[in-house]
């Protein structure tokens, strides 16, 4: 008989093979920049990544960078996931609306954030407006595929079960239809951070003089390819964070769902 593992044993299992990849990549990056088959200046290696790194820290460009891609992320995926989650709600459980929005929700979902960069600064300028704007349409389109698809599955015997037991529309929502299609929303979520991250990028290229994206932008021009290593690091970091809490919330309230 298998005894059943501990919280911290499982959480052990499940960090052990993540590290063992990073260290794998690690010693890869390390080798292929002393190998000398790309120019030392275009190519640092891990130390040199941290020590940029540390560089922007002590200097506080990374901490008012990273404040203001937070920010603006933060707002637009708040704002997408939001209209995206409650549409797709609406879309998956209404057949007529689906047949009306879905047409339109797929023509819109192949024109790439970055591609609307243009657009938004004519429209509203180079504020925050526009950054925020473009962020929440990538996520709002990514979120909703996922929970149009999850509520759509739902078995319509769940509820006309409830319906024949006299639960009014909001009951069937909170104890029907949330639950059942809560991982299909918990996976939206997690695909909509990355997809915030990749419009944070687009929209902050379109004119910006603050955030991750800007800097990585500013130091590409000066061929500081240190600093740009340190920027995709810490881009990437965030996403990690952020699938990790995510995640984590799935675990939480959709403790009973294998995936």
Request: proline letters at 6%; a positive charge.
């Given at each position: 008989?298998?005894?059943?593992?501990?919280?911290?044993?499982?959480?052990?299992?499940?960090?052990?093979?993540?590290?063992?990849?990073?260290?794998?990549?690690?010693?890869?990056?390390?080798?292929?920049?002393?190998?000398?088959?790309?120019?030392?200046?275009?190519?640092?290696?891990?130390?040199?990544?941290?020590?940029?790194?540390?560089?922007?820290?002590?200097?506080?460009?990374l901490?008012?960078?990273?404040?203001?891609?937070?920010?603006?992320?933060?707002?637009?995926?708040?704002?997408?996931?939001?209209?995206?989650?409650?549409?797709?709600?609406?879309?998956?459980?209404l057949?007529?609306?689906?047949?009306?929005?879905?047409?339109?929700?797929s023509?819109?979902?192949?024109?790439?954030?970055?591609?609307?960069?243009?657009?938004?600064?004519?429209?509203?300028?180079i504020?925050?407006?526009?950054?925020?704007?473009?962020?929440?349409?990538?996520?709002?389109?990514?979120?909703?595929?996922?929970?149009?698809?999850?509520?759509?599955?739902?078995?319509?015997?769940?509820?006309?079960?409830?319906?024949?037991?006299?639960?009014?529309?909001?009951?069937?929502?909170?104890?029907?239809?949330?639950?059942?299609?809560?991982?299909?929303?918990?996976?939206?979520?997690?695909?909509?951070?990355?997809?915030?991250?990749l419009?944070?990028?687009?929209?902050?290229?379109?004119?910006?003089?603050?955030?991750?994206?800007?800097?990585?932008q500013?130091?590409?021009?000066?061929?500081?390819?240190?600093?740009?290593?340190?920027?995709?690091?810490?881009?990437?970091?965030?996403?990690?964070?952020a699938?990790?809490?995510?995640?984590?919330?799935?675990?939480?309230?959709?403790h009973?769902?294998?995936?």
């Amino acid at each position: 008989m298998h005894a059943i593992p501990s919280p911290a044993g499982r959480a052990v299992r499940r960090v052990v093979p993540a590290l063992g990849a990073a260290g794998v990549v690690l010693a890869l990056w390390f080798l292929l920049a002393r190998s000398g088959a790309v120019a030392p200046g275009l190519l640092p290696g891990p130390a040199e990544t941290v020590a940029a790194l540390v560089a922007g820290a002590r200097d506080g460009t990374l901490a008012a960078d990273l404040a203001a891609s937070l920010a603006r992320a933060g707002q637009g995926f708040a704002l997408g996931a939001v209209a995206g989650g409650a549409l797709g709600f609406a879309t998956g459980y209404l057949p007529r609306l689906s047949a009306a929005v879905t047409p339109l929700v797929s023509f819109l979902r192949p024109i790439p954030a970055i591609a609307l960069v243009p657009l938004a600064t004519a429209w509203f300028g180079i504020g925050e407006s526009a950054k925020r704007l473009l962020i929440a349409y990538a996520v709002l389109l990514a979120v909703w595929l996922y929970v149009h698809d999850g509520v759509s599955r739902v078995p319509d015997s769940y509820l006309r079960a409830a319906r024949s037991l006299g639960a009014p529309l909001h009951r069937r929502f909170t104890e029907v239809l949330l639950p059942a299609a809560a991982p299909a929303l918990l996976a939206a979520l997690r695909y909509g951070a990355s997809v915030a991250l990749l419009a944070l990028v687009a929209a902050e290229l379109g004119g910006a003089d603050s955030g991750l994206a800007y800097r990585l932008q500013v130091d590409g021009q000066f061929l500081r390819v240190d600093r740009m290593f340190a920027g995709l690091l810490v881009l990437g970091l965030l996403g990690v964070a952020a699938d990790l809490l995510l995640a984590a919330a799935g675990r939480r309230f959709a403790h009973w769902s294998a995936s």
